[in-house]
């Protein structure tokens, strides 16, 4: 609920409205700042709002005349069209009062094109009212105005209508008069831009006062909105402009309502929807977008490296901060606050922005270094408004100095004679990028040496030349050491040796091994004695010559030290501390004091009073000073040469004679100091003992300008650093200054004595000459934490005015590391054996880099480390140190640590600064006469030149020749500065290798608790299924830890293969099971989810074990491993397979066997199964690969698709194949041409002659000889689809056309695509193959099987055959006579488009293989050489592998019917019927069902059992043999096949013709309608007149009814026949005489044809029931009997091999004979009696032997017998068919004779005996009843025994099943139901009188024993297809 906001009265001058603001806009101008504010709040919850705003005033008076609102324009009345006329919607009263009539006037207006007429009605209320009512008419564009009154009485709103009438209707005008309101309108929504969170927009609407009375309003929004201004005052009609303002601080979707209060009480409202979005900016930094950026490893930083940078110069680079989001991002910058500002290298002119959305901005960077040799290091962040989000990235930069160097550092100039002068050079060269200021510390015009030039600059390497002079004026040794200043470089030295000689004096040449030995014994205290003492006492043998020729004591050699050595000595230390001062490095020898004389102000007129000088020989010999002085030069020492004795000292004076007014004067002046006995050499004896001279300078100054007169003006440039470089406590800082004279004159300066004294400046006076440069070297010692300041006044040319204030700050770094992570560490629970880590942030605050070192006790290491344990952190960096904790033991740890940080850049032990003092005294060793103590030193020489350092390295100040330590290596122990910690324990007091003499430390509190913990996965089991090979597959393997501790673990994986491939090779293997990580980090109580990615390489089972082990994150060593999840997979290729196959067209007499043998469809299937090679997977998908138009070939696979042969200009040969993905993979297929193949290039690319093969190749492409449709597909698994292939027959001759069956990812094989197409009327034999192999024999059988061979007539016409059986008698001859092959029909005749059968048997007697070359000659045509081949085998030796069990047929054609080809609307069941092994003479049924697959037409099929391959005495029978089948319909059908008694294969086909019975009708229809036609046209003729006597022209007689012939004028009509509409050729333009319509004999339907194939292998029964014995119950066997032959059967008498001929009457003699005698045998009395008594004979008496296994034996042995003596057999069966013929007619004749036989009985009892005679007769009446019986069984059993009978009962059995079946097919009987079990009421036993009798039983066993065996009840067998009924 949103609360009101109250305004508070405000003056009137705080609205105001800004000059450039459009009229009725009200905003805040910068003058709101000036007014009071109020905080306005949106609900009483509500904090308050961070955005000020002015409030207007509420008083009416005060803001009516200040808040200028612009008046809303008049809005235009309303108006309405009613029928044409156009009138107002409503007449309105405002501003009314009370008793006072106001009129409005209604105005109408007819805008139509007629006249209108119009009523009206008066209002219903007294308040308004009008004229009286009357008609109006209007004409079209006409107006009537209407007056309308109102006259209000109470002041309230009125509403009323005046009401219209017009014929077409009736409306009304509303009339209403308004009380004055409040109403206040604006915009129902705004959409505010979007805006980025913490940034603010704003957006403006207006506010309409569209009511009656001036309004106060108030604003009321919620958060983040604000509105400017929030109230005010409108008056009627005007309207303001209101600014909404938008600064969110979350980033949502806002959809709030912002509410506008007034009216008197402020209850009214308007409300306006705002709408607005806040979202996060973002900002992306870019380093270096191109290239890779750099990463800080620890950090994840990215890094700015603006690599070596000269110092003193910025450098400059550039980031991209791109913004990706689509608002604004303002940002600021954040540097680090812990510098000094003067510190501060990096820098940026940038420190807030805003990059607009989707732009970029270039943020630059400058880098500006101070300190040569620093790295600096600094951290700036990117800020986003609210700290939303912030990007930190790390600067870097090195800083260089200038890197000068000299050719030489020693000049010799050997010896020169007085008065002459030497020269030589030398290069100076800069090896850095940064330019170099030096400056050699030489008056050119006052030294016997001259450098040119003394000063100068080089830049980037660059090399420039010296040249030095010396020109003596002394004949004395000469020898100078030169510093040559560097800016930002530590000094050089130059050392320049020469020797005056003349005619009278001769001094000992110096050479630089002088200076070596003279270093040599300087360092050994020598130097101070004169050559002539060290002479003689090496001549008395105290001093010794060491191996460098340096003299050293005799007791030192024999000692254990060894003898000093001249040290190192860091350049500036020895600049500073070159004894001028009161402190230095080896006792001087000759000293002066003042070593700077300022005469100040003089007079040209008068020289000054001279300065008194003192000279200071502290040498044990005589010091000669020689003063180089030149003539012009207006400085002179008096006097020039001067002898000091022996530690004493002398005075001379320095006068200044100036000569010109108004000039400075400055110089330096030099003297050569040297020993008095080398003026000649003759006072050498030893060469080692010559010694240099020593250089003393004197500068001297003055000015003779006077008070009066102006200086002259100083023109410079100085470059003065801000503060000195950063060192540690006690340690010497180091700075150069720069000072370059721009000007034309002379410079002279002076350091003022009120400058601070902890600076040395060196040097302190001087000047410059124009254009030279000055460097000053600046040393001072800090001592506090705190920066302090520096003042240095430094004064030019004499002058007070001229004074530069030089300010530096230093301070004495402390050594602090900031623990940014605080002072202890708690590590997260870890798992015993593992670890973990836990980063530790330190900061190095100081501008030292520091070394830093980690102590902890010996046994916490084993628990914890650190890396990195010791190392440096560089100035102001930031350093992650990582922590590691690897518990031991389950149990808790708290572990002291210790940072020890010392300097990095301080030497191991510092020099010591003892307080300065006077020159010390030595003593003089023992064996000398005077003392010759010698300071011991182990510090080893260095040459020359000195080695440089870095001027920021800390130096002492003061050091004494005896303390000067040698340098201490890195793994010298040195004691602490101060006292340990207490609470440090002992063995983590000193870090490895003791830190220098200062260190601080700081102690970190390690806490950690060890537990266990364990990693799981949390699938088990991981299937990846079906992988294609090479082909990745990709799972998730999700890892959990339900522990609380952070684990880090590795994978191992197993693999393991199995599947057919060689072992060896699957050990080789390679694992390609690939994780996406091995090794990892699992956090506490969560998951992981790892990628396994599966790519197999062989057709092989997969199975991996995927172990998991714990690592030790300190040395990652593993525990043990155990099995979290087993993975498996399947590595398979796409398989492709062919189903069906049916041929169509010229193809559709090819039988689907055949068929299959021609496009080698089993083969072709048996290479899809197979994996693809290597070579094959070239290229994994079709593709463009070659430029040739015959393509490479990657297979070794080629296959044949054979279409066989046709006439030119039939029917296109069209095969249908059904191709299926029999694999688990989906796949894509492809039948590619060579077209298909090549890549398509240029015209000009293209070769131009071809040979024969690329031109039969074209041209059957061209003409799309063969086609394929589709080309290719796309399978699912399972899925099938169906291939159609075109052979047109175009062209006669031989097609051939490789085509390649690529499977992507898989096979890759070339099909030769082969079709012949024969000319119109030839003959031609198509033969499949010029090879033909029989099925295997086993030798030994007496009725080996027949075979099949067949022969395709591709031809139009017949063709007659003829085998040649030659060969076979060859082989016949070669085998004992035994015929090996016989051809059963070798002639006969095929017809075109069909196949015939050629029967062969196969004998072998030997088991191999028998070969033989049989010709095959076709009658008018070619003949053919057919290779048949055989195989033999032993079925005793080959056993259960023996080809007898295994092959039945040779058709491998599919059981089911799959394809279905277009057209087609009903299919079988199953489209080939397999019946197996089956024995000779044996019954087969089978039921298959015929579905009519359409849903609205019938269809009526009849079988074709003529097409048939029909063998001898085979019956073969279909019931029904045609019929009707209703849409949707299954038709069964029961196929039945009687074999042959002779063994065979047998391989037919029937044909089922299809037709729909509605073409059938329509083809009834049309040809009733023709044969109407055709009959009335045989009894009509016209006559015509025209024309009589000639024929018609251009008629054809084959193609139009004639009338006449040219013999006859009239003839009657021919018959009406087919016909083919005639075409004249295109030659003729002769327009042909209008003809009649010719009634064309209307084509029968074509039917679709169904085939089903039968297959079976037929043996005898001996074979039979040695192999199947267990199938014979199956089988029901019909006796080979002559039958007449019903409908649906065929049957063709078997002809004997031999047969011979006889005549008509011998045949008649032959039947007329047999009659008589079968007819006297049927009349013969006697003859039936003996047959009636052979069956009534007595029982054997060895029936007793009777058993059942004798019985079974018995019976076994009579079937066998039974079925393999055919002759008995057949006799048995015809006398059972006499007795059944003669059975009625002996019947009465039968039950006479017993009547007889009983009567006979009766009368041959005695009549006495009565009781006798009825015992008797009832014995004789149960015997009559016995033999009733037993006559009754016999009869029984012998009507069972006939073959009528058993064909009957089979009959009845297989109609009782087929009509199960056919129940169960259509729904009416569900077999699977459970049956019912009915529980029958006992059945009586059967009492028989056992010893009436006891033969009965055996009698009726032996009787069963003699038939054909139990009687077999029929078994029913039911498959997909159909069901299978068998006995």
């Keep these: 609920m949103l609360a009101r906001v109250k305004s508070s009265p405000l003056s009137p001058e705080s609205l105001q409205k800004p000059s450039d603001s459009l009229d009725g806009t009200a905003v805040s101008s910068s003058s709101f700042s000036d007014t009071p504010r109020a905080s306005g709040t949106c609900s009483p919850s509500s904090t308050t709002c961070a955005w000020t705003h002015t409030s207007f005033s509420a008083q009416p008076e005060q803001s009516v005349g200040n808040l200028r609102c612009s008046h809303k324009k008049q809005c235009k009345i309303k108006k309405k069209i009613f029928w044409g006329i156009q009138v107002v919607e409503a007449l309105v009263w405002k501003n009314w009062e009370l008793g006072k009539e106001v009129i409005k006037h209604l105005t109408l207006k007819n805008i139509s094109m007629k006249i209108q007429k119009l009523k009206y009605r008066l209002p219903t209320t007294k308040f308004f009212f009008t004229v009286y009512p009357q008609s109006i008419f209007l004409s079209p564009g006409m107006s009537f105005t209407l007056p309308v009154f109102f006259r209000p009485l109470e002041e309230k709103e009125y509403v009323d209508h005046l009401s219209f009438v017009m014929p077409e209707g009736e409306f009304s005008i509303e009339l209403r008069a308004c009380l004055p309101s409040h109403q206040l309108t604006c915009i129902p929504t705004l959409q505010m831009p979007l805006c980025a969170v913490s940034d603010t927009t704003e957006a403006w609407f207006s506010l309409y006062n569209v009511g009656d009375l001036p309004t106060f309003f108030t604003w009321e929004v919620p958060n983040p909105f604000h509105t400017l201004p929030s109230t005010g005052l409108l008056e009627p009609g005007s309207v303001c402009q209101i600014k909404l303002v938008f600064q969110p601080i979350v980033a949502l979707i806002y959809d709030v309502q912002g509410i506008c209060w007034y009216g008197e009480a402020g209850e009214q409202k308007t409300t306006i929807q705002i709408q607005a979005v806040a979202k996060c900016p973002q900002i992306m930094v870019y380093v270096n977008r191109k290239e890779d950026e750099e990463i800080d490893p620890i950090s994840f930083q990215k ?35 812990i510098l000094y500002e003067d510190d501060r290298v990096f820098s940026s002119p940038t420190t807030k922005g805003v990059v607009k959305a989707g732009a970029e901005l270039w943020l630059p960077l400058f880098f500006r270094p101070q300190t040569v040799g620093l790295k600096s290091m600094d951290y700036f962040t990117i800020l986003l408004p609210g700290n939303t989000s912030q990007v930190t990235f790390k600067i870097t930069g090195s800083c260089i100095g200038p890197d000068l160097s000299l050719s030489q550092y020693c000049i010799d100039f050997n010896w020169i004679s007085l008065g002459q002068r030497a020269t030589k050079s030398l290069f100076i060269q800069n090896d850095s990028d940064c330019p170099g200021f030096f400056m050699f510390e030489i008056d050119n015009q006052a030294s016997v040496f001259s450098v040119e030039p003394q000063s100068g600059v080089l830049a980037s390497k660059e090399r420039k030349m010296l040249t030095i002079t010396f020109q003596p004026t002394h004949t004395i040794i000469c020898y100078r050491r030169v510093a040559c200043l560097i800016h930002h470089q530590d000094p050089l030295f130059l050392d320049i040796i020469g020797t005056c000689h003349s005619d009278t004096s001769k001094p000992a040449i110096l050479r630089p091994r002088h200076l070596k030995w003279y270093r040599t014994h300087m360092a050994r205290g020598l130097i101070l004695f004169a050559p002539d003492i060290l002479g003689t006492m090496l001549r008395e043998k105290k001093f010794i010559r060491d ?53 100040g102000k003089c007079s040209s007129n008068e020289a000054p009073d001279p300065v008194p000088l003192c000279l200071t020989n502290h040498t044990r010999g005589t010091v000669t000073v020689a003063w180089t002085h030149k003539v012009t030069s207006p400085f002179r020492v008096e006097p020039d040469i001067i002898d000091i004795p022996p530690l004493k000292n002398t005075a001379a004076r320095l006068c200044f004679q100036p000569q010109f007014p108004n000039k400075i004067y400055a110089t330096e002046l030099e003297a050569f100091a040297y020993y008095r006995v080398l003026r000649s050499f003759n006072n050498i004896e030893e060469d080692c003992t010559v010694f240099p001279s020593w250089c003393l300078k004197l500068r001297a100054m003055g000015h003779t300008y006077t008070e009066e007169q102006e200086y002259s003006f100083p023109r410079y440039t100085i470059d003065v650093p801000k503060l000195f470089s950063a060192v540690s406590s006690k340690c010497t800082s180091y700075r150069t200054l720069l000072l370059f004279n721009s000007g034309s004159l002379m410079l002279s300066f002076e350091l003022l004595p009120t400058s601070c004294p902890n600076i040395t400046v060196r040097p302190t006076s001087g000047f410059l000459l124009p254009g030279a440069y000055q460097i000053f070297l600046l040393s001072t010692i800090p001592k506090g934490a705190t920066w302090k300041q520096h003042k240095l006044a430094l004064q030019f040319n004499f002058c007070p005015k001229y004074i530069k204030e030089i300010i530096m700050m230093s301070r004495e770094e402390p050594l602090e590391i900031q623990m940014e992570s605080g002072k202890i560490l708690y590590f997260k629970p870890t798992c015993v054996g593992s670890s973990s880590t836990m980063p530790f942030k330190v900061r190095n605050t100081t501008r030292l880099p520091l070394t830093f070192e980690w102590k902890f006790t010996y046994h916490s290491s084993k628990v914890v480390s650190v890396q990195p344990s010791k190392g440096t952190i560089l100035p102001n960096e930031s350093m992650i140190h990582t922590w590691t904790f690897s518990p031991n033991v389950t149990t808790d740890y708290l572990i002291r640590a210790v940072l020890w940080v010392w300097d990095a850049g301080a030497p191991c032990l510092p020099f010591p600064s003892p307080p300065p003092s006077s020159v010390p005294s030595t003593t003089i060793p023992s064996c000398m006469a005077i003392p010759s103590s010698v300071p011991p030193s182990t510090a080893p020489s260095s040459s020359l030149p000195p080695s440089k350092v870095p001027l920021s390295t800390g130096v002492p100040a003061r050091h004494s020749p005896s303390n000067i330590p040698p340098p201490v290596p890195s793994n010298s122990r040195l004691p602490l500065s101060s006292d340990p910690p207490s609470n440090i324990p002992p063995s983590i007091l000193l870090p490895s290798g003791l830190p220098p003499f200062e260190t601080s430390h700081y102690v970190l509190k390690l806490v950690g608790e060890g537990i266990k913990a364990s990693i799981t996965a949390k699938e088990k089991e991981l299937d990846f299924g079906n992988v294609l090979v090479d082909s990745e597959q990709r799972k998730d393997m999700i890892l959990l830890n339900d522990g609380n501790c952070t684990l880090h673990y590795r994978l191992f994986v197993e693999q393991t293969l199995s599947g057919p491939c060689d072992p060896d090779v699957l050990k080789t293997d390679p694992i390609i099971l690939k994780l996406e990580k091995m090794e990892g980090m699992l956090c506490a109580r969560s998951q992981e989810t790892i990628c396994l990615t599966a790519c197999p390489t062989r057709r092989l089972q997969y199975t991996w074990t995927i172990r998991c082990s714990l690592l030790s994150h300190k040395d990652r060593e593993c525990s043990g491993r155990e099995v979290i999840c087993k993975a498996t997979m399947k590595g398979v290729y796409p398989t492709l397979s062919i189903l069906d196959a049916c041929g169509m067209g010229s193809a559709g007499g090819i039988t689907r066997q055949h068929l299959w043998r021609l496009f080698s469809l089993e083969t072709l299937n048996s290479y899809l199964e197979r994996d693809p090679t290597s070579w094959e997977l070239t290229y994994r998908v079709p593709t463009r690969h070659s430029t040739s138009r015959i393509p490479s070939i990657y297979t070794p696979l080629l296959l044949d698709f054979n279409f066989g042969a046709s006439p030119i200009g039939t029917e296109p040969s069209v095969v249908f194949l059904l191709l299926k993905n029999s694999g688990v993979v989906p796949l894509n297929w492809s039948f590619l041409f060579p077209s298909d193949q090549q890549i398509d290039l240029e015209f000009w690319a293209e070769k131009t002659e071809f040979d024969f093969t690329e031109l039969h190749q074209m041209r059957v492409q061209d003409n799309e000889i063969f086609s394929i449709v589709p080309k290719s597909g796309h399978l699912q698994p399972g899925q099938e689809q169906t291939v159609e292939f075109i052979y047109r027959h175009i062209f006669d001759g031989t097609d051939k056309l490789p085509v390649l069956l690529k499977v992507s990812n898989g096979r890759e094989i070339l099909l ?6 024969v000319k119109a009327g030839e003959k031609y034999v198509h033969f499949t193959s010029i090879k033909h192999r029989f099925t295997p024999v086993t030798i030994g059988t007496s009725l080996p099987p027949r075979q099949i061979f067949e022969l395709y007539n591709g031809g139009s016409v017949p063709v007659l055959y003829d085998i040649q059986l030659d060969a076979l008698w060859n082989v016949q001859n070669k085998n004992f006579q035994h015929p090996i092959f016989q051809c059963l029909n070798p002639h006969g005749d095929i017809q075109p488009g069909k196949t015939t059968q050629v029967f062969w048997i196969f004998s072998p007697i030997e088991a191999k293989t028998y070969t033989v070359d049989v010709p095959i000659h076709i009658l008018g045509w070619n003949s053919a050489v057919i290779r048949f081949e055989g195989v033999g085998y032993d079925r005793f030796i080959m056993g259960n592998t023996a080809p007898f069990h295994s092959i039945t047929t040779t058709d491998q054609t599919p059981t089911v019917t799959r394809l279905i080809v277009p057209g087609q609307v009903a299919f079988l069941s199953q489209s080939r019927i397999s019946l197996g092994n089956i024995p000779v003479c044996s019954r087969s049924s089978r039921l298959i069902f015929l579905n009519n697959a359409s849903e609205k037409d019938p269809i009526i099929f009849s079988w074709d059992l ?72 045989e009894v009509e003729f016209t006559i015509t007149e025209n024309n009589l006597e000639g024929l018609l022209q251009f008629q054809s007689p084959g193609k139009f009814c004639t009338v006449c012939d040219p013999g006859r004028k009239y003839k009657t009509l021919p018959p009406i026949q087919k016909q083919q509409p005639y075409t004249p050729p295109v030659t003729w333009n002769l327009r042909n005489p209008k003809t009649g319509q010719i009634w064309l004999y209307p084509e029968a339907p074509k039917p679709c044809l169904l085939y089903l194939g039968l297959n079976a292998r037929a043996h005898n029964m001996d074979d039979f029931l040695r192999n199947f014995f267990s199938q014979s119950p199956r089988f029901f066997f019909c006796p080979p009997f002559e039958e007449k032959k019903s409908e649906g059967e065929s049957i063709m008498v078997e002809e004997e091999p031999v047969q011979s001929t006889f005549s008509k009457q011998e045949k008649q003699i032959v039947r007329d004979i047999l009659t008589i005698i079968i007819r006297g045998l049927l009349e013969d009395r006697k003859f039936h009696e003996d047959v009636q008594r052979g069956l009534v004979e007595a029982i ?150 056992s010893e009436s009798s006891p033969e009965l039983k055996p009698r009726r066993l032996s009787r069963q024993n003699r038939g054909f065996g139990p009687l077999q009840v029929p078994r029913l067998q039911i498959n997909s297809g159909g069901a299978e009924v068998v006995t």
């Design 1312 to 1317: 030769n695509f082969v079709g012949v197409t």
């Design 547 to 599: 191996a460098d020729g340096a003299l050293v004591l005799r007791q030192e050699i024999s000692g254990s030290s060894q003898p000093a050595k001249y040290p190192s000595i860091p350049p500036l230390t020895e600049y500073f501390l070159d004894g001028t001062s009161d402190t230095a490095i080896f006792p001087p020898t000759v000293t002066i004091e003042p070593v700077i004389v300022n005469f």
């Design 303 to 337: 890094v700015v490296d603006f690599g070596p940078s000269p110092v003193g110069y910025s450098m400059k680079k550039c980031i991209q901060m791109f913004n990706p989001s689509l608002v604004n991002a303002p940002f600021r910058i954040e540097t680090n606050r």
């Design 1740 to 1889: 054997p008496y060895f029936s007793q032997f009777w058993s059942e296994d004798s019985a079974r034996m018995r019976n076994q042995k009579y079937s066998s017998g039974h079925a393999s003596v055919s002759p008995s057999y057949e006799g048995e069966e015809e006398e059972a068919i006499q007795r059944e013929d003669k059975e009625e007619d002996t019947g009465e004749e039968e039950s006479w004779d017993k009547g007889k036989i009983f009567e006979s009985l009766d009368g041959s009892l005695s009549p006495t005996s009565s009781i006798q005679k009825r015992g008797l007769g009832s014995m004789l009446s149960e015997m009559n009843n016995i033999l009733q019986e037993e006559s009754s069984r016999m009869e029984k059993e012998v009507i069972s025994r006939r073959p009528s009978f058993l064909s009957l009962r089979q009959s009845i059995l297989e109609n009782i099943i087929q009509n199960i079946m056919i129940e169960a097919s259509r729904g009416e009987v569900v077999l699977t139901t459970k049956p019912r079990v009915i529980a029958l009421p006992p059945q009586q036993p059967l009492v028989l009188a």
């Design 1506 to 1577: 003529e097409a048939s391959s029909i063998i001898e005495n085979v019956i073969l029978k279909v019931s029904p043999m045609m019929g009707t089948a209703a849409p949707g319909e299954n038709i069964p059908c029961v196929v039945t096949m009687e074999a042959s008694q002779h063994a065979c294969f047998y391989s037919l086909d029937l044909v089922c013709k299809v037709y729909l019975q509605k073409t059938l009708n329509q083809y009834e229809i049309e040809l009733q309608a023709w044969e109407k036609e055709k009959a009335r046209q």
